[in-house]
């Protein structure tokens, strides 16, 4: 028996015979769970020969009909759903850059029956700051919408432990990259960031360019392995920027 068929055997006896009332002719669950899984196989990325990343964020989209039929069970299936990614992973030997989430929303532009998945690669990003670094930083980067300070001389971006910011994503370098700050007075005016590339195996981007080094602006965006670092820059009184 296969994987997705012990999984629909299973969701049908977790929500016994209710399964087959509430979704005929509507979205079923093991199509989620199809899709699901080749979402994944139609964008893992080769990093190495033995290594291939995966997305770990889904967004399943359903008609608002699909969704309210859906809501009763979602805490259910979302926790299944992982299992079976997790199991469909382990066996392709692929790797994910941090947990799996699996979110539902309605699509005004699906019909009943009809569902869409968007995925994306999300990694954990963990900074070793400490509170007070935290609070007199004039300059941070955000990834997935949290902030990490950026402190002087210069604050060391990758996978490693020794890292300041961790990025558990498997396209990362132990020591990737490094931003420097220079100059800057107490209220940040006159302050300048730089990236560095510390000699990776990918590279980095800036702004969509393949680059080694550079200075930065407000906005500008460094991309790491799949991990976007988006670079703010904060200066206080008038034409201060909101981070």
């Given at each position: 028996?296969?994987?997705?068929?012990?999984?629909?055997?299973?969701?049908?006896?977790?929500?016994?015979?209710a399964?087959a009332?509430?979704?005929?002719?509507?979205?079923?669950?093991v199509?989620i769970?199809?899709?699901?899984?080749?979402?994944?196989?139609?964008?893992?990325?080769?990093l190495?020969?033995?290594?291939?990343?995966?997305?770990?964020?889904?967004?399943?989209?359903?008609s608002?009909?699909d969704?309210?039929?859906?809501?009763?069970?979602?805490?259910?299936?979302?926790?299944?759903?992982?299992e079976?990614?997790?199991?469909?992973?382990?066996?392709?030997?692929?790797?994910?850059?941090?947990?799996?989430?699996?979110?539902?929303?309605?699509?005004?532009?699906?019909?009943?029956?009809?569902?869409?998945?968007?995925?994306?690669?999300?990694?954990?990003?963990?900074?070793?700051?400490t509170?007070?670094?935290?609070?007199?930083?004039?300059?941070?980067v955000?990834?997935?919408?949290?902030?990490?300070?950026?402190?002087?001389?210069?604050?060391?971006?990758?996978?490693?432990?020794?890292a300041?910011?961790?990025?558990?994503?498997p396209?990362?370098?132990?020591?990737?990259?490094e931003?420097q700050?220079?100059?800057?007075?107490?209220?940040?005016?006159?302050l300048?960031?730089?990236?560095?590339?510390?000699?990776?195996?990918?590279?980095?981007?800036?702004?969509?360019h393949?680059?080694?080094?550079?200075?930065?602006?407000?906005?500008?965006?460094?991309?790491?392995?799949?991990?976007?670092?988006t670079?703010?820059?904060?200066?206080?009184?008038p034409?201060?920027?909101?981070?």
């Amino acid at each position: 028996m296969g994987g997705l068929q012990r999984f629909e055997r299973k969701l049908e006896q977790v929500i016994s015979g209710a399964f087959a009332k509430t979704f005929r002719s509507a979205v079923q669950p093991v199509e989620i769970a199809a899709a699901l899984q080749r979402e994944c196989d139609n964008n893992a990325q080769i990093l190495s020969r033995e290594r291939r990343m995966v997305p770990n964020d889904f967004q399943v989209e359903l008609s608002q009909v699909d969704l309210d039929r859906l809501s009763p069970y979602d805490s259910t299936m979302v926790r299944d759903f992982t299992e079976q990614l997790e199991d469909h992973a382990k066996e392709q030997g692929y790797q994910f850059p941090g947990p799996v989430r699996i979110e539902f929303e309605a699509a005004e532009d699906l019909s009943t029956g009809r569902f869409r998945i968007r995925s994306s690669a999300r990694a954990r990003v963990q900074s070793n700051a400490t509170h007070t670094q935290a609070q007199r930083a004039r300059a941070f980067v955000v990834a997935g919408g949290e902030q990490h300070p950026l402190h002087p001389p210069v604050t060391v971006v990758g996978r490693g432990t020794e890292a300041d910011i961790r990025v558990n994503d498997p396209g990362v370098s132990r020591r990737h990259v490094e931003f420097q700050l220079v100059g800057g007075s107490g209220d940040g005016a006159g302050l300048q960031v730089r990236v560095r590339d510390l000699g990776s195996t990918n590279g980095m981007l800036v702004d969509g360019h393949r680059i080694t080094s550079t200075s930065l602006r407000d906005g500008s965006q460094v991309k790491i392995g799949s991990t976007t670092l988006t670079v703010r820059i904060v200066t206080e009184g008038p034409g201060a920027s909101d981070v």
